[in-house]
Antibody
């Protein structure tokens, strides 16, 4: 079954660090665009970061310079290293596959596979 | 930064048609996706590339995108369609989500 399974969430103090993992099954992480999306309690979805199959990475302004997305091809796993955590980073973090669709000269992407999410709570 | 605006809530009677809008500057020049999220669950893709339905998504879900507005339409709405719905697009290499719309089936 094609699936994503996140792990690594928990309670962390402000200023601390945490690394989230997302293990993929039945498809290859390195051949796809992969993203992290978060959802604060009672709020909407917020995109966090993407890593392209070629290795390019992009971040939301709210996490730029603090979070790092990466992957381990041998483990078929996506990561999110989160440093200098703040209370406003408290959220459920989802990893998602951004499937690419080529339409003419345009590559459009949609999040077709989502993990179950892992909760990160930043609090003293 | 690019923004997408959705109405916070939409109500519909069972069997009727629900329309959820998503507004953004020249959104019609981009491609829009829609996600359904039921309480306590992960989001599910219901429309991609403006109008396409992934495998397993019922035909009653359809989409359109023109000008500054993308629309998700649910025909013959069922109680099981009650959920939060999010539109999404890409602005260069940044994904953008709308604020979400809570669909209530009365």
């Amino acid at each position: 079954e094609v699936q994503l399974v996140e792990s690594g969430g928990g309670l962390i103090q402000p200023g601390g660090s945490l690394r989230l993992s997302c293990a993929a099954s039945e498809f290859t992480v390195s051949s796809n665009y992969m993203s992290w999306v978060r959802q604060a309690p009672g709020k909407g979805l917020e995109w966090v970061s993407v890593i392209y199959s070629g290795g390019n990475t992009f971040y939301a302004d709210s996490v730029k310079g603090r979070f790092t997305i990466s992957r381990d091809n041998s483990k078929n796993t996506l990561y999110l290293q989160m440093n200098s955590l703040r209370a406003e980073d408290t959220a459920v973090y989802y990893c998602a596959r951004a499937r690419a669709n080529i339409v003419g000269a345009v590559t459009t992407k949609s999040f077709d596979i989502w993990g179950q999410g892992t909760m990160v709570t930043v609090s003293s | 930064s690019y923004e997408l605006t959705q109405p916070p809530s939409v109500s519909v009677s069972p069997g009727q048609t629900a329309s959820i809008t998503c507004s953004g500057y020249k959104l019609g020049d981009k491609y829009a996706c829609w996600y359904q999220q039921r309480p306590g669950q992960s989001p599910v893709l219901v429309i991609y590339q403006d109008i396409k339905r992934p495998s397993g998504i019922p035909e009653r879900f359809s989409g359109s995108n023109s000008g500054n507005t993308a629309t998700l339409t649910i025909s013959g709405t069922q109680a099981m369609d009650e959920a939060d719905y999010y539109c999404q697009t890409w602005d260069s290499s940044t994904a953008v989500f709308g604020g979400g719309t809570k669909l209530t089936v009365l």
